[in-house]
C-alpha cells in the first residue's frame, strides 16, 4: 500500500519567516504533486514534479523533489497571510494516476 | 475555475437513504475520478472511470456505486447511508496533453443526520 507522509500537520509562522514542509512516501512513483486547500473550498493544483531533482517555483513557493529519498519539500520564503490554507501532496501509483493523498499541512500565518 | 463541475453544492439527508452526486468534467477530458474529503480518514480515492470504463477502485464501500454516461458525465450513488458517510465529496478529471494532472470541481457537501 503506498502511504504518503507530511510533517509537521499544523504549522504556525509568522509573515516574512520561512520553512519547509516535507513530504515522504513509501514507494516508488512517477510524479508527484501538490495542492492547496482553503477552508470548505476545492483543490487548487499548485505543482507536479515529474522527476529526480525536479524544481519549481510560483511566487513565495517551491518544490523539490527527490526520488531516490522519496522526499518532495515545499518550501515557503517570507510567509504572507494569504499563504494561510492547507496543503496536501500527492502521488500516483505507478499502474494508475489515482492519486493518494497526505494528511495535509494546515499552515497559519500570523503578523 | 477548474472546468470541473459538480451538484448539488450540499446535501442534508437522513440515514439509510440513497443520494446520487453528479460531476461534470473538463470538456474533453476522459477520465473521471471520485475522492471523498473526511475529518476521520482524510482525502481517499474511492473510484475512476475512463471514457465510461471502470479504470481503479479505492477505498470505495460496497454500498456506493459510480458510472460514466456515454456523455463523460459521472455519477456517484451513495445508498443506505450512514452518519459516518458525511463528507465532502470531490470530482476530479484528467485529459489532453497532462494526461496524469487532474483538476478538482468545487465539491458536494454531504451531511447525514
Known amino acids: 500500500e503506498l502511504k504518503v507522509e507530511q510533517n509537521p500537520l499544523f504549522l504556525s509562522m509568522q509573515e516574512g519567516k520561512n520553512y519547509t514542509i516535507y513530504c515522504n512516501y513509501s514507494t516508488t512513483s512517477d510524479r508527484l504533486y501538490w495542492y492547496r486547500q482553503d477552508p470548505g473550498k476545492s483543490l487548487e493544483s499548485l505543482f507536479v514534479l515529474l522527476s529526480n531533482g525536479a524544481v519549481k517555483q510560483e511566487g513565495r513557493l517551491m518544490a523539490s523533489l527527490d526520488t531516490k529519498a522519496r522526499l518532495s519539500t515545499l518550501h515557503i520564503t517570507a510567509a504572507v497571510h494569504d499563504l494561510s490554507a492547507t496543503y496536501f501532496c500527492?502521488?500516483?501509483?505507478?499502474?494508475?494516476?489515482?492519486?493518494?493523498f497526505g494528511k495535509g499541512t494546515s499552515l497559519l500565518v500570523t503578523p | 475555475d477548474s472546468g470541473v463541475t459538480q451538484t448539488p453544492k450540499h446535501l442534508i439527508t437522513a440515514t439509510g437513504q440513497r443520494v446520487t452526486l453528479r460531476c461534470s468534467p473538463r470538456?474533453?477530458?476522459?477520465?473521471v475520478y471520485w475522492y471523498q474529503q473526511s475529518l476521520d480518514q482524510g482525502l481517499q480515492f474511492l473510484i475512476q472511470?475512463?471514457?465510461?470504463?471502470?479504470?481503479a477502485k479505492g477505498n470505495i464501500l460496497e454500498r456506493f456505486s459510480a458510472q460514466q454516461l456515454p456523455d463523460l458525465h459521472s455519477e456517484l450513488n451513495l445508498s443506505s447511508l450512514e452518519l459516518g458517510d458525511s463528507a465532502l465529496y470531490f470530482c476530479?478529471?484528467?485529459?489532453?496533453?497532462?494526461?496524469?494532472?487532474?483538476?478538482f470541481g468545487p465539491g458536494t457537501r454531504l451531511t447525514v443526520t
Open positions: 500527492a502521488v500516483d501509483s505507478n499502474s494508475g494516476y489515482a492519486l493518494n
Open positions: 470538456s474533453g477530458d476522459l477520465s
Open positions: 476530479a478529471s484528467s485529459g489532453g496533453t497532462d494526461y496524469y494532472e487532474q483538476y
Open positions: 472511470y475512463y471514457n465510461g470504463e471502470e479504470r
